[in-house]
């Protein structure tokens, strides 16, 4: 599978920067678009996605990763349904900036180091689990990506990837196609002041891999006991899978 292909990059290192320079551009405003985009269901997502790996969180010495962890919702989310600190690791300092102030202000216990998710410093076999919240998409080598998480999950450790989809109704995708590719990038450049990173998400999702290839890539990947399941309508699919 392929990487997030932004307009003009034509290497993955192109890509890489591209991803991480829009990021940062439109880390002050991230939450506040994200929330109202979604209309607040984001957070629905994450509470979802955190039931669903709760097991796991109540270990009590379970080793915990969030990837890709932008301004840091999902490490706190985490961390409040588990008993350990969380890690979180993401590849653009002003987002890691963001994550931080959150994380002080609610006296949290997690922590954050800035890593490209394709080469993270971690030893093999490190973590019980393994999240990603809307971040898979942007790597610049998909099956990079997945060989890497299998990499630093322990034997029987799980990976949890959330992420935008294509929803399977045809009336519904077409309706979510009109909003995602003609509303969305004019409220999001709005509220960020960067009209292209919210150009860049709908054409992103349309290039994505479906929730069957993932499945297929994760396999590949060394990944057992695969699985899916779409959230409101398909607009996003949770992959569960086992290293």
């Given at each position: ?102 994380l002080e202000q609610r006296g949290n216990r997690s922590r954050l ?128 899978g086992t290293a």
């Open positions: 599978m392929k990487g997030t292909t932004p307009a003009g990059a034509q290497t993955e290192q192109e890509a890489a920067a591209w991803v991480r320079g829009m990021f940062g551009r439109v880390a002050h405003r991230y939450d506040l678009a994200n929330h109202l985009l979604s209309m607040n269901i984001d957070r629905y997502w994450r509470s979802h996605t955190v039931r669903r790996v709760r097991p796991v969180l109540q270990r009590p010495s379970a080793r915990v990763l969030d990837i890709c962890c932008g301004t840091g919702d999902l490490v706190l989310a985490l961390e409040r349904a588990g008993r350990q600190p969380v890690f979180g690791s993401d590849f653009c300092h002003p987002m890691l900036v963001a994550a931080n102030g959150k180091f800035e890593a490209d998710a394709l080469h993270l410093p971690v030893q093999d076999a490190s973590f019980d689990l393994l999240t990603v919240a809307f971040g898979f998409r942007n790597l610049a080598n998909y099956d990079a990506g997945l060989r890497e998480m299998r990499r630093v999950l322990r034997p029987g450790g799980t990976a949890a990837i959330l992420e935008f989809s294509q929803p399977p109704n045809k009336l519904f995708r077409t309706v979510y196609n009109f909003y995602s590719r003609r509303i969305l990038p004019v409220i999001g450049g709005a509220l960020s002041g960067d009209r292209s990173a919210y150009q860049y998400l709908p054409e992103s999702v349309r290039k994505f891999p479906s929730a069957e290839e993932l499945v297929g890539g994760m396999r590949a990947a060394g990944f057992r006991q695969v699985s899916y399941e779409y959230l409101t309508g398909g607009i996003v699919a949770l992959h569960l």
